[in-house]
């Protein structure tokens, strides 16, 4: 009975890291760069508006960032649980 709450806490944290993380790409992706475009065109980076940077490299950079986040964090969360390679 132990063994199956430990199963089910480590799979619970496992998917609340990944809905994090897919919050932040999309808020990043779509709400950065689609959405709060408008609000955001006053501040600009290397001659264009953060809106237009952040849909055509800021969603990319956050992804890449997002990955190494998420394999550091899952590393941390498998010594936890006791299910490190």
């Known amino acids: 009975m132990a063994d199956k709450t430990s199963s089910n806490a480590y ?46 490299q800021g969603s990319i950079l956050v992804f890449l960032v997002l990955i190494f986040f998420y394999a550091w964090r899952m590393n941390k969360l498998d010594r936890e649980h006791g299910v490190e390679e």
């Not at 944290?13 to 065109?41: E, T």
Request: hydrophobic share 65%; proline share 2%; with cysteine.
């Open 11 to 56: 799979w619970k944290a496992n998917v609340r890291l990944i809905q994090i993380c897919l919050v932040i790409w999309a808020l990043a992706s779509f709400g950065f760069g689609i959405i709060f475009r408008p609000m955001l065109m006053g501040i600009r980076i290397g001659g264009a508006d953060i809106g237009f940077w952040f849909a055509q």
